[in-house]
């Protein structure tokens, strides 16, 4: 990791850069942002949050913001390409993911590039990046096109590590849907916020779906998550919301109409009360709320 990389990343949004990680061996690291380690040569033995893993050629690993890093012991080979996202281009990119997928994804390794087409297909992700990260040096009237070019590489890597991932993902959740039925009813529900979101945002209407009480889904919702179902589906419209804000020059009656809101001065009101800012506010500073 170089002085250029850590400059970059407040400054663009994203940074990426090749390294030996020389400086996380026998240090504990707190990750700045989310960083994306795709392993290109040689052998490191490594914890992410206490969890201890061995990190090989051709294994991709996603460590999240806040997560804590120590290398072991590395090979006098081992070399990794690094890339770092700030939070809103990490949201945007993570967006069509469930937060079950992404608990399975985040903090493991990834045993990618099992042949010479994925080989490529990784490497091609990478070289993308590349072209997009020179470009943003070069043309910085470009940034927000660069941005928004790296969320679409990113999102092309999360879906091919989902697809690497299958059966691990499966297996998760199996044990956790198939635990206890309120378990599997939280996971239910997750799936259909998915898809209903943009229609419905009652408690009632997920509730009459699942055949449950509205007590019993906001209990359960509590339990799994430690948020009730309603602000679990306002947060889930928060973000999609921040991502269509930043993301797409839609007008804000255009985002009324894809989000089923009455008018704008209800969606002004509902996004502010959320987020601490106005829609017109929120577009011009470019900052996204947790």
């Not at 850590?6 to 942002?33: D, E, I, R, W």
């Not at 206490?50 to 120590?70: E, V």
Request: hydrophobic letters at 35%.
């Amino acid at each position: 990791m170089n002085n250029i990389y850590l400059k970059k990343l407040p400054q663009y949004g994203f940074a990426t850069t090749q390294s030996s990680l020389q400086q996380f061996v026998q240090k504990v690291y707190q990750m700045q942002h989310t960083s994306i380690f795709y392993c290109t040569a040689g052998e490191a033995l490594f914890t992410i949050d206490g969890n201890k893993f061995r990190f090989t050629r051709g294994q991709i690993i996603i460590c999240p913001m806040g997560s804590n890093i120590l290398l072991l012991d590395i090979t006098s080979d081992f070399s990794a390409r690094l890339l770092g996202l700030s939070k809103h281009i990490w949201l945007a990119a993570r967006s069509s993911m469930s937060p079950e997928t992404m608990q399975t994804i985040e903090r493991n390794t990834h045993q990618g590039c099992n042949n010479d087409t994925e080989t490529e297909f990784v490497n091609n992700i990478f070289r993308q990046i590349d072209i997009i990260d020179t470009d943003a040096t070069g043309n910085p009237e470009q940034m927000e096109y660069c941005r928004q070019c790296i969320v679409l590489c990113v999102n092309t890597l999360l879906l091919y590590i989902q697809r690497i991932s299958k059966k691990s993902i499966a297996h998760f959740q199996k044990e956790t849907t198939l635990a206890n039925s309120n378990d599997k009813l939280f996971y239910k529900f997750r799936e259909l916020l998915e898809s209903k979101f943009r229609d419905n945002r009652s408690v009632q209407f997920y509730a009459d779906i699942l055949k449950v009480s509205t007590r019993h889904l906001n209990s359960i919702c509590q339990r799994a998550s430690g948020q009730n179902a309603k602000e679990i589906i306002d947060h889930h419209t928060i973000i999609e919301l921040q991502v269509a804000l930043m993301y797409s020059h839609k007008t804000f009656q255009e985002l009324v109409n894809d989000f089923n809101f009455p008018d704008q001065s209800y969606l002004n009101r509902y996004f502010k009360r959320h987020t601490g800012y106005s829609l017109s506010e929120f577009r011009a500073h470019g900052v996204m709320v947790d």
